[in-house]
């Protein structure tokens, strides 16, 4: 193979000597984007399709945080991370908000990989790229936070970097990422999407450490001003080095950005509602069905809005503790699943405004649906004998959690809940629960929203009818932080977002090795080898097709090893503001795009004097 003299000047000695090594077994190619199992259909854009280059500038927008902050790097694991801290940093590419698994020049002008042998990727930064204080970004920064990213950031950040083997400097522009396996297609999307900090700005840092000290960045925003714990607002940076690039053209364009912090989400919707703060995502059903009513919103102040993306439901759930009695049990956890009755909840309380969840990647071409197709009974077959039997039953059904009548009383159900305790050596003993070892079964439920009292009582209720002792435990923010860091709990309620792309963040929720690391996200404590096993199936995925196959795969085996009762999530998403701000006429297929919205000054000074009237 040839290597043109411009490409060879252009790489550097270091780098033709890599780039020769590399061709040896694999054909790289040089691009403005990275695209996986797919094309970019915006390569050649000036702007993105779902922006407004012409949008204008100013104005604020503010929105909502729970609880309280303490530190302004995410990375480091400690502490409560502020919100809104991703507008100071750059990352490598920028996502595309309607392909999956497509990124645009941000740091990076062009990247370098063999798409269908991925062992390594080389990022060519653009030698404009500048940190806030007008210092160059340099390949020795972004060495210096994949290099500290791997040695003291949380374990869930270095499991997701796991398979990065070394990081390296080929010239001021130019860092090399080589991988541990021979094929990760997926590594050059993560490698790209992460935020790139000053190597220069830490050297008198300690990086381990809890800090509200602003962080260099070269994002679009700096910050403002910090009330420790209560605000943080960013201010935007006029002078920001990456304005004029196609995916951020129309994008930023409020001149200020504020989070409000609220102790529960009750007291954050009355804040709202004066107009505290001016863009609100509603996430309880009996609020959107009857609170919006209030003097505002009838005033047209104040609209609201439903958005619908291409994206798998959030992953609402209860978790079981699976390291911890009764739970290390599948019996006792398929059981229990039995006991939760959506159909009455969401006639009841829900007002029909939820669906109920049968997949991990509900509402989305990976969700696992009927029974497996021949193509998964291929690769499914292998794993079988290695399955507990119940789990090696469910992974062959067409599976689905029972329904209920919704009469609310569930009676057919509990009877099914009680029959399978018994079969499963559990008896009673005084008209309590006791295991095969005759110890009673005592559940604590850990949650820190009061207002999920009333979701969770019903299922409460339905335990004790079966001779359960249950308490619900509530703590504080940081309090219950901390104690998911460290699996301190028996059941709690989670919410996990997934991508249609999914792919090394899969081991972070599911695998083993994560199950024992502090801070991780396997909180259900899952280890399974098999699942182990499909969760490196998806990873190494060779198109897109087989993303889809092995995620269903990966989808039937959570599913039947009841590792978490999946709950209720929506179709759509829910959001109500105050209604100076406008957005594009086109919308994107994968996110709200709220980036890309721009607030309209005489709406706004209309809403000003508004809300000084009240």
């Not at 990760?184 to 935020?195: C, D, F, Q, R, V």
């Not at 619900?472 to 709690?492: A, K, L, N």
């Not at 006429?585 to 000003?608: H, T």
Request: proline share 6%.
């Amino acid at each position: 193979m040839l290597l043109s003299f411009a490409y060879a000047k252009q790489l550097g000695a270091v780098g033709v000597l890599c780039w020769i090594a590399g061709a040896l077994y694999a054909a790289p190619q040089t691009t403005p984007y990275i695209a996986i199992h797919t094309t970019a259909k915006y390569a050649n854009a000036q702007a993105m399709p779902y922006a407004n280059p012409v949008a204008p500038k100013g104005g604020m927008i503010s929105q909502a945080g729970n609880g309280t902050f303490d530190n302004l790097n995410g990375f480091n694991g400690k502490g409560t991370s502020a919100e809104g801290t991703n507008f100071l940093f750059d990352t490598l590419m920028s996502s595309s908000l309607d392909e999956p698994s497509v990124m645009y020049p941000l740091l990076a002008e062009k990247v370098t990989f063999d798409p269908d042998k991925t062992k390594f990727v080389i990022f060519h930064l653009n030698p404009k790229a500048r940190f806030s204080n007008g210092t160059p970004v340099t390949a020795e920064d972004v060495k210096f936070t994949f290099d500290i990213i791997q040695s003291k950031a949380n374990p869930g950040f270095q499991m997701y970097l796991s398979d990065l083997e070394k990081t390296e400097v080929l010239s001021k522009y130019q860092v090399k990422m080589t991988f541990k396996s021979d094929n990760n297609t997926e590594m050059p999307l993560i490698l790209a999407s992460i935020a790139i900090y000053s190597k220069a700005d830490w050297k008198n840092k300690d990086f381990a450490k809890i800090t509200l000290q602003p962080i260099l960045g070269s994002g679009p925003y700096l910050i403002d001003r910090i009330d420790a714990g209560r605000s943080i607002s960013y201010k935007r940076n006029p002078n920001y080095w990456a304005k004029d690039l196609a995916v951020n053209k129309g994008r930023y364009n409020f001149d200020l950005v504020k989070f409000v912090y609220y102790r529960n989400l009750d007291i954050a919707f009355e804040g709202f509602k004066s107009g505290q703060y001016t863009f609100h995502e509603e996430k309880m059903s009996r609020k959107w069905t009857t609170e919006y009513n209030f003097p505002a919103l009838k005033a047209g102040m104040v609209t609201k809005y439903i958005s619908k993306t291409a994206n798998p439901a959030p992953t609402q759930s209860f978790v079981f503790n699976t390291r911890k009695a009764p739970f290390n049990d599948i019996y006792f956890r398929q059981a229990l699943s039995y006991a939760y009755d959506f159909e009455w909840l969401n006639k009841a309380l829900f007002y029909g405004q939820y669906i109920r969840l049968n997949s991990y990647f509900q509402n989305s071409e990976l969700a696992a649906t009927g029974l497996p197709s021949q193509q998964e009974l291929q690769m499914i077959q292998p794993y079988l004998a290695r399955l507990h039997p119940l789990q090696r039953q469910g992974v062959l059904a067409n599976w689905k959690y029972p329904p209920s009548d919704a009469s609310g009383f569930n009676r057919n159900n509990l009877l099914v809940v009680r029959t399978l305790l018994l079969k499963a050596g559990y008896r009673y003993q005084n008209a309590m629960l006791v295991d095969p070892k005759g110890q009673p079964i005592r559940i604590e439920f850990m949650i820190f929203q009061e207002s999920l009292n009333r979701t969770l009582m019903p299922f409460v209720r339905n335990l004790k009818k079966l001779g359960i002792q249950v308490s619900i435990r509530q703590v504080d923010v940081p309090q219950y932080i901390e104690r998911m860091r460290r699996s301190d709990f028996q059941m709690t309620t989670n919410v996990m977002p997934q991508s249609l792309t999914p792919g090394n963040e899969q081991a972070q929720m599911w695998s083993s090795k994560a199950a024992d690391e502090v801070g991780n996200y396997n909180y259900a404590g899952i280890k399974n080898p098999v699942i182990d096993e499909a969760i490196q199936e998806v990873i190494r995925a060779p198109n897109r097709e087989q993303l889809i196959l092995r995620t269903k795969v990966l989808d039937r085996l959570l599913r039947s090893g009841y590792y978490h009762i999946l709950t209720y999530s929506k179709d759509s998403d829910w959001y109500a503001y105050w209604s100076m701000y406008q957005q594009p006429k086109v919308k994107p297929q994968l996110s709200l795009g709220l980036d890309y919205w721009w607030s309209e000054p005489k709406q706004a000074q209309k809403i000003n004097q508004y809300l000084r009237k009240q």
